[in-house]
């Protein structure tokens, strides 16, 4: 052993090579997934993807050194590490609400207690010295190769691994739901999203159950590798996230009617290139502004930023022109709410 507590007995060192070398290549291919996710981060959803593989990689990281070290405060660092890597879970739920068209500021309230029970947790691992919340009676168990680092559960570790299930199920409930109700052509996409989930779910199971019962190493590093796979393939192989946004850029922009996209306040969010050329309206109705009707005749129709229903209304130019547009306003909802307003003007001709 050297002075920062690893292994040094070169006695083993083939046998150790072999145990170690599939934890190193499973946290290899969680560092690779989430490097070329990171390569392509302008694809919606690529981003979160690359923290959930960079996270699980460092985790498995953390199991190797705990594994190779024999020292017991070591041992003890290394797997505090590995609570902090719980905090993939956290990245992955945001992933899940970005892949299903869920808005992250609306499960905001959510994901911030998530966070904040996660800290506490991590705090706890650091300070358990002084209260034994999260492990009891910790002690080393001497091994063949490696000597296992072993302990009961605290009730704060306990009830970290009730709220790492729990996002866990709450994002299979999500992308379950998401996935029967989408097109067809998304279907396989989404049931590769889920089985990525459930191999991580019955990864974690067995290695808080069977697997430290039996004083064997953790699952977690193959079901990460393995989960990590299939999401990239899922999310890369079909290109449905890089084409879908891209069409639906070009028909916004190309469409001939001017469209206003407004939120539930009645503040424009986004326009067209035809809404911006509007005479009268588009000069008016900046990103950011109160929507309003300008300077046009359009006072009659009056759009109540309260109302949820949809709206048709023929308007004549208050100009010389004599020119008519038909104007119709569709409310946006997200799960029975509100959340902004289209507003599709066309122009008639005579």
């Known amino acids: ?33 989430g490097w070329l996710a990171w390569r392509k981060r302008s694809v919606n959803g690529s981003t979160v993807l690359a923290a959930v593989a960079f996270i699980q990689a460092f985790t498995t990281v953390a199991l190797i050194a705990q594994m190779v070290s024999v020292s017991f405060d070591v041992k003890q660092f290394w797997d505090g590490a590995q609570i902090i890597g719980m905090g993939w879970v956290l990245f992955w ?13 609306e499960w905001f309230p ?64 999500f992308l379950i739901q998401h996935t029967v109700k989408t097109h067809s052509l998304y ?8 089985a990525s989930a459930l191999i991580i779910l019955a990864g974690e199971i067995l290695s808080a159950t069977v697997m430290r019962k ?40 190309n469409l001939p009617e001017a469209l206003f996209v407004l939120d539930s306040a009645g503040r424009v969010v986004d326009r067209n290139e035809a809404a911006a050329e509007l005479p009268g309206v588009g000069i008016e109705n900046h990103p950011g502004q109160l929507f309003h009707f300008g300077k046009v005749g359009w006072e009659e129709f009056y759009l109540k930023q309260e109302d949820q229903r949809k709206f048709y209304r023929e308007i004549m130019s208050a100009d010389d022109s004599g020119r008519k547009y038909e104007v119709n306003v ?21």
């Open 187 to 194: 279907r396989m996409q989404g049931l590769m999203i889920i």
């Open 110 to 173: 959510l994901l911030a207690f998530y966070t904040v029970m996660y800290l506490l947790i991590v705090f706890l691992s650091y300070s358990d010295s002084l209260h034994h919340l999260v492990r009891i009676d910790p002690h080393i168990v001497p091994g063949k190769i490696f000597s296992n680092y072993d302990y009961r559960e605290g009730v704060a570790l306990l009830f970290g691994r009730v709220i790492l299930f729990g996002i866990l199920v709450h994002g299979l409930f």
């Open 214 to 253: 039996m004083e064997l190493w953790p699952l977690f590093p193959f079901t990460f590798a393995i989960s990590n796979l299939l999401m990239f393939w899922g999310l890369f192989s079909f290109r449905l996230f890089e084409v879908a946004p891209v069409a639906r850029e070009w028909i916004f922009e």
């Open 330 to 350: 569709r409310p946006l909802f997200q799960r029975k709410l509100l959340v902004g307003k289209l507003v599709l003007i066309r122009p008639i001709d005579n």
């Open 1 to 33: 052993m050297d002075g920062r507590g690893f292994l040094m007995d070169y006695s083993v060192f083939p046998e150790a090579v072999l145990t170690v070398l599939p934890y190193a290549f499973s946290g290899l291919t969680s560092l690779a997934v």
């Open 93 to 105: 739920f945001a992933f899940v609400l970005r892949f299903t068209g869920r808005s992250v500021r």
